[in-house]
């Protein structure tokens, strides 16, 4: 059975900003299937799946007032669910060359780890204000919802050539904002 069709998404948001919690629940049923089986598929984990699902939800509602709802919810939501995803990617991979860098566990230092996490995390929020509102918009619908060219052209009307301008745009400024930061980060986020 498929979720039916939101044809009032808009004020749908415009409610959740003054904190209409039916309206949340509208949103979430329409969106937590399909947003689960993509979590379900990057993460290949469905307790983490679930996991990160709520904690995106969870977040949606805390910033509901900060919502615009002249752009792309799910893009939004997207954006949410991939930086979620990018946490626990580089998280888990922190860990792994922690371990092989020291060898042995006795050397590992989850302080250490924490701080390198936080400092990766505001790293790419960083870089990831320093993109335009168009092509945060373009990279997540490519990115991390796995759209095709044609499908983000037909959804935000423009043109192929300018959907991949805007992605090698932000691949480009992604890719300098984290270098220079730690090469680390950058090969965890970008590759």
């Not at 949340?24 to 993509?38: G, I, P, T, V």
């Not at 052209?153 to 890719?175: C, D, H, R, V, Y």
Request: hydrophobic share 40%; net charge neutral.
């Amino acid at each position: 059975m498929s979720a039916p069709i939101l044809l009032h998404e808009k004020d749908l948001i415009y409610r959740i900003k003054d904190g209409d919690q039916a309206a949340f629940e509208q949103l979430y049923f329409h969106y937590a299937k399909r947003l689960s089986l993509r979590l379900l598929h990057l993460l290949k984990s469905e307790e983490l799946a679930q996991d990160i699902l709520q904690d995106v939800f969870l977040k949606v509602w805390e910033v509901r007032d900060r919502i615009d709802p002249e752009l792309s919810f799910g893009a939004f939501l997207y954006t949410i669910a991939g930086n979620y995803c990018k946490n626990n990617f580089r998280k888990a991979l922190l860990q792994q060359v922690y371990h092989t860098q020291a060898g042995f566990e006795e050397a590992y230092s989850p302080i250490e780890q924490h701080l390198n996490q936080k400092d990766a995390a505001k790293a790419l929020s960083v870089a990831m204000e320093k993109l335009t509102q168009r092509q945060k918009e373009v990279f997540t619908l490519h990115k991390i919802e796995g759209r095709t060219y044609k499908e983000i052209s037909e959804l935000l009307g423009i043109s192929p050539n300018t959907i991949n301008q805007l992605i090698q745009q932000a691949n480009k400024q992604l890719k300098a904002s984290l270098l220079g930061h730690s090469l680390l980060i950058a090969a965890i986020l970008l590759s």
